[in-house]
């Protein structure tokens, strides 16, 4: 069973910088789509960006071309920079993997995962 234990939340200004990690363990092999979503109170979880296995990243409108997802598939950790922050921002933000392709999809948003991280805290002041 995958572990996904991420860090880099914290604390911001607007306009400011935080880069999220997430290290996926438990495997001697790449995960073939792992992703970063957030969620707020009350809303549904927010698919960010995603990304295959030796593929290129794609995003949710609202963070495209503030936010870049990047991962090291040797060590299967992902990294979300994100730059230009706003309040809107804050959120919990969760990594997810699928390993293997469980749900039998493309790495695209929507889509489903069946390992999750904690969540780490992103917090953005105006």
């Known amino acids: 069973q995958v572990q996904l234990v991420e860090s880099g939340g914290g604390s911001v200004q607007s306009g400011g910088s935080l880069r999220l990690s997430c290290t996926a363990s438990g495997l001697d092999y790449s995960v073939y789509c792992m992703a970063w979503f957030r969620q707020v109170p009350g809303k549904e979880r927010e698919g960010v960006a995603i990304?295959?296995?030796?593929?290129?990243?794609t995003y949710a409108d609202s963070v495209k071309g503030r936010f870049t997802l990047s991962r090291a598939d040797a060590t299967n950790t992902l990294y979300l920079q994100m730059s230009s922050l706003k309040p809107e921002d804050t959120a919990v933000y969760y990594c997810?993997?699928?390993?293997?392709?469980?749900?039998?999809?493309?790495?695209?948003?929507?889509?489903?995962?069946?390992?999750w991280g904690q969540g780490t805290q992103v917090t953005v002041s105006s």
């Open positions: 997810a993997a699928d390993p293997d392709n469980e749900y039998d999809r493309p790495c695209v948003l929507p889509r489903g995962f069946n390992s």
């Open positions: 990304i295959e296995a030796g593929g290129s990243a």
